[in-house]
């Protein structure tokens, strides 16, 4: 008997939730392990360019088209939070922007509005895992639903999945890695003489760094990963403003050429561990010789070291992920509601 579709209320239209409707309505050919997702928006709301409703369902494919064409959808009537808790629908997708100053407000609110109502809720953005990850894991749990963030870390690669089905009865003990794209690309091409700001403006142009990219180069969305790798995997309820913290901005193409004649180079690494019951994380540049495969993931890709307590260490690697990556792990995510719920 075929399923009903997942009746989705979609928080969030920048590039990443476009590109998700992409590769569901005119890209969808292209994919053919999406065939059996069928999906149905009844809500659909941007930060600040309105938005859509319809509880019989809307056109993805047009809203797509109509924000191409016109950059904003016309005002709606309910606020975000009043259509979290008034709507019918079945997953709440949050995709709106990490806000570290709000402490990962409001995208924490509206995650837990929906599990409060017994909704699945999917996410990329990383503020609700990094800051309420202990409290919304429990409302989830409470009432039975999922509460997912396969994209908040590594772009859709299968780091959480991973530790749901292929660890069993492995004690993650550590992790370190290379987790930030932007700051790994900029300390390349700092690598090849060029500037700070040069190297910054190189990242925007290519589409994957943001306008403004203090949270990058201060290491804050290093440390938000690194926060939700540490409470996911190691219990340690602790949020990004507990992460020992140092960003990149003291690199120079002087520094790094020193430091590549001494055969070594640059990196943003992310670690946290095990000590004496207590979790200690940290995110800073790190001097990597040549010979470690860190030094080995350059431009915008990213890996991650897993230490656990009967194998490895494991690696997960990513070469160069972009918007599809970053659309995919929420496609995953909403595949796996739909296939177990």
């Known amino acids: 008997m075929k399923k009903k579709p997942l009746r989705v209320l979609l928080v969030g239209f920048g590039n990443v939730a476009r590109k998700m409707a992409a590769m569901l309505t005119e890209e969808r050919e292209k994919y053919p392990g999406l065939a059996d997702l069928q999906l149905e928006a009844v809500a659909l709301f941007t930060g600040q360019h309105g938005g859509r409703i319809d509880p019989a369902g809307l056109d993805l494919e047009r809203a797509l088209r109509q924000f191409r064409d016109s950059g904003k959808f ?21 995709l709106s922007t990490l806000r570290i100053a709000e402490k990962g407000e409001p995208a924490v609110s509206h995650v837990r509005a929906a599990l409060e109502r017994g909704k699945h809720a999917v996410t990329a953005n990383k503020g609700p895992a990094a800051f309420a990850f202990r409290e919304l894991d429990r409302l989830a749990r409470r009432s039975g639903v999922r509460f997912l963030f396969e994209s908040a870390v590594m772009d859709g690669a299968p780091v959480f999945s991973l530790q749901r089905h292929a660890l069993n009865g492995c ?11 932007t ?40 440390a938000a990963k690194t926060a939700i790798l540490a409470n ?3 219990g340690a309820g602790i949020t990004p403003l507990q992460v020992e913290r140092q960003g990149i901005n003291g690199l120079t193409a002087e520094i790094t050429a020193g430091t590549m ?5 640059w990196k943003l690494i992310c670690r946290a561990e095990l ?12 001097e990597i010789a040549r010979g470690h495969f860190f030094a080995a993931v ?6 991650l070291r897993l230490e656990t307590d009967m194998m490895g260490p494991l690696w997960i690697a990513q070469e160069n992920p972009g918007l599809v990556d970053t659309a995919a792990g929420v496609l995953q995510d909403l595949i796996t509601i739909a296939t177990r719920w």
């Open 298 to 303: 350059n431009g915008k890709s990213a890996a």
């Open 74 to 94: 016309p005002a709606v009537p309910l606020t975000v939070m009043q259509a979290l808790q008034t709507l019918d629908y079945d997953v709440l997708v949050e």
């Open 171 to 181: 004690r993650i003990t550590g992790f370190s890695g290379i987790l930030n794209t």
């Open 183 to 222: 700051t790994n690309f900029v300390i390349s091409r700092l690598e090849m003489g060029e500037t700070m700001a040069s190297a910054v403006k190189i990242a925007q142009e290519l589409g994957f760094a943001e306008a403004d990219p203090f949270l990058d180069l201060e290491g804050w969305d290093a």
């Open 232 to 234: 996911v995997f190691l």
């Open 275 to 286: 000590a004496d019951g207590k979790v200690l994380a940290r995110v800073a540049p790190e």
């Open 261 to 265: 004649a001494a055969d070594r180079c």
